[in-house]
């Protein structure tokens, strides 16, 4: 597929699908003036155009997160299902709190800018390890068609899975963003799916990538230096 068309159909269907979460957001919370809804989903898309602009040059990637080749383990199809029904259950039950219940009193102004903060860093990190790592995919597989080789650079020369780390950093901060404190609880139950993944993930690379083995021995922390 030319470089141009893929370029466009990843920023079309990135925008279809927040557009998706934008539509689910204001149903949910009943009134178009909920502005943590505003703020969050311009985020979103304010990514998916720097994504773009970013990684415009690169469409092996980019045909590779839009349609995943073969391969994928099928235990990632349901850590996959998961970590959705996850991130939906959390967008519909912030929207239905401080949108349209206030269960609890939404965050303070304070805590929405700390999310929007951590949200950023979290994303940037994600568009980092994309930008330096060519066989970056939304699935657990091994490239073998594109001659997958390990990423050693970026954030990769710090951890081994740093996209883990900015997905679980801009994941948490989508509550507080959200103004929901309750949603900030129920997020939570986000992190073990997430250990559980980038362990089973890294284990198959070990065992199947050349040169991941040793990579491990360069680069000893999967997500947290000098933790794990």
């Known amino acids: 597929m030319p470089e141009t068309k893929l370029s466009h159909k990843i920023i079309i269907r990135g925008i279809l699908s927040y557009g998706l979460i934008v539509a689910l957001t204001f149903i949910c919370a009943g009134r178009l003036n909920y502005w943590q809804g505003w703020i969050y989903n311009g ?42 029904l996850i991130y939906f259950i959390v967008i519909i039950f912030c929207a239905l709190d401080v949108g349209r219940f206030g269960w609890v009193p939404e965050l303070h102004l304070f805590w929405v800018i700390v999310g929007i903060g951590l949200y950023a860093v979290g994303q940037l990190i994600i568009l980092w390890a994309k930008k330096k790592n060519k ?4 699935v657990v597989r091994i490239q073998k068609e594109r001659g997958h080789k390990v990423c050693k650079e970026g954030p990769y020369a710090y951890v081994r899975h740093p996209g883990y780390v900015g997905g679980l950093i801009y994941t948490l901060a989508t509550p507080l963003v959200l103004g929901s404190f309750w949603g900030l609880v129920i997020n939570l139950v986000t992190i073990l799916p997430l250990l559980v993944r980038t362990y089973l993930e890294d284990k198959t690379l070990q065992k199947e990538l050349d040169g991941y083995l040793e990579y491990t021995k360069e680069v000893k922390y999967r997500l947290v230096p000098k933790i794990w």
Do not use: Q
């Open 43 to 84: 985020l979103n898309i304010l990514f998916v155009l720097l994504t773009y602009y970013y990684l415009s040059d690169n469409t092996g990637l980019i045909a590779e997160r839009l349609k995943p080749g073969e391969g994928m383990k099928p235990w990632d199809k349901i850590f996959f299902i998961i970590s959705t």
């Open 135 to 138: 066989f970056f995919s939304s």
